[in-house]
């Protein structure tokens, strides 16, 4: 009993000392980033951030809402990232375990010969026998002092590698609803090219049905080429049709591997069915990125080198170590659970490290080169974020603005097509036809020009909900 109060003694003494060595307690790294980063000049201090909002209330589409929702439980990354998380918890348990001790139970049987021209075997042969069996049944404890915050600090590290996985997994969500309603959108603008080029090429074979007519009535100055020009844009738009066509059943492979199906037909609504009903506030610059994934995986594994740095530093000290074994032993199997079989053994150590080939100091060195590297991918994540931030309301803006001009623009070259067609069938002598195509041909592109800004629109609208973390809660 006395051993075990020597040992005990020593244990107290060095928590004593933890005073000095105690492991440092995580602080985040100040000035990480600075608020002028974000560059929003939007800014309501009363705002409700967007990445509060649901992703419902955002993607209000019934068709596009099945999707994520099908997404959300079938697709291949979303399963794989919740495995993941299910190897971070049993990591987190078994940080949990490390202050309790280590206790092991096991059997042995041993038959031994000896030589008899040995001491063991000389002095077996005085009893008659040329061998030993020995039975033994023994269980062994052995516990480790967390003096230094050692453990403490693995058990920390533990729990900010899950919470970094946990994070992971929140930002395959967060990319995956905003990569199906951003494959969804295209589509749907796809569909209203595909439209407009039917339309297209409706107006375009009766205008070479027209020219054709004019020619051969030698009206006004219809020739050859301006035949043969019509039928090329004609041909052009038919061409197109098959691109966008191929396009669409394009992105509704992209949509179906999204959801974790095999490529199938997508059901939709059409664009000018999308409405922005949520006002895009982002939320004041201290909340602004705080439910950004990537973020905060960043930190959290900023926080893991920190606390893996503790544990390097621990290792520079000596550690505490308390062990016992006890069970049942006996040369004979018939009295082997007998009460004179028992033993019992208590060990105390304490082990210092003095010369280990510079193992502890690299280590050391390198964990808080490791440190530095993640403290700077953290403020890395952070920058990026608000560029993100940035760009999708400046783009959001930029889109809307340019909307109803590009609408304003169309409506004008429709009024100069109608003009150049009026010009031409009253036989204008110095209006060619080519004017006329020219005019088909800009009003055209300008119709693409207003569903691509409607597109622009919606696609910023993702970006933002995506740059701001949202759609993972």
């Known amino acids: 009993m006395k051993s075990i109060y020597k040992i005990l003694g020593v244990g107290m003494l060095f928590f004593a000392l933890q005073s000095c060595f105690v492991a440092k307690e995580y602080q985040e790294p100040e000035d990480i980033v600075e608020q002028e980063t974000y560059r929003t000049d939007q800014l309501s201090e009363d705002s409700l951030s967007l990445a509060e909002v649901s992703w419902k209330d955002i993607f209000t589409d019934s068709y596009l809402q099945q999707y994520i929702d099908r ?66 049944l023994a269980g062994n404890l052995s516990w480790e002092a967390d003096i230094w915050g050692k453990i403490r600090s693995q058990k920390r590290a533990f729990d900010a590698s899950y919470l970094q996985t946990v994070a992971a997994h929140q930002a395959v969500k967060t990319g995956l609803i905003a990569g199906i309603a951003s494959s969804y959108y295209q589509l749907l603008a796809i569909d209203k090219q595909i439209e407009l080029t039917e339309q297209t090429i409706e107006t375009r074979k009766t205008s070479l049905e027209t020219t054709k007519a004019l020619k051969d009535a030698g009206a006004g100055n219809i020739t050859s080429t301006a035949v043969q020009q019509t039928e090329a844009q004609y041909l052009g738009a038919k061409a197109l049709l098959i691109d966008l066509k191929n396009e669409a059943r394009l992105l509704e492979n992209v949509i179906s591997l999204l959801m974790g199906d095999e490529p199938h037909a997508i059901e939709r609504s059409t664009l000018n069915d999308q409405e922005i009903t949520n006002d895009l506030k982002v939320g004041v610059p201290l909340q602004l990125l705080s439910n950004r994934p990537d973020v905060i995986a960043a930190e959290n594994n900023y926080r893991q080198a920190f606390e893996m740095t503790n544990v ?49 100091k690299t280590q050391y060195e390198v964990s808080k080169i490791q440190q530095e590297q993640a403290r700077l991918n953290y403020r890395g994540a952070l920058i990026q974020a608000s560029k993100d931030v940035s760009d999708a309301l400046y783009n959001y803006e930029a889109s809307t603005d340019k909307i109803e001009l590009k609408r304003e623009q169309r409506s004008l070259l429709e009024k100069a097509v109608e003009d150049s067609q009026e010009l031409l069938q009253s036989g204008y002598n110095n209006f060619s036809y080519l004017e006329v195509l020219t005019a088909q041909e800009n009003v055209l592109n300008s119709s693409v020009d207003v569903i691509n800004s409607q597109l622009s629109q919606l696609i910023a609208m993702v970006d933002l909900y995506q740059a701001l973390g949202g759609g993972w809660k």
Do not use: M
């Open 71 to 136: 997404a959300l439980i079938n697709n291949i990354d979303i399963r794989i990232a919740l495995e993941q998380i299910s190897a971070a918890e049993a990591y987190v348990k078994q940080g949990k375990a490390g202050y309790w001790p280590s206790i092991n139970a096991g059997t042995d049987y041993t038959l031994s010969y000896p030589s008899k021209n040995g001491s063991q075997g000389a002095l077996l042969s005085q009893t008659g026998k040329d061998h030993v069996e020995v039975f033994n």
């Open 312 to 360: 390097a530093r621990a290792n520079f000290y000596p550690s505490l170590t308390i062990g016992a074994s006890g069970g049942v032993e006996s040369l004979k199997l018939d009295n082997w659970f007998d009460a004179n079989s028992l033993f019992a053994n208590v060990l105390g150590g304490i082990t210092a490290p003095i010369f280990n080939g510079r193992q502890i």
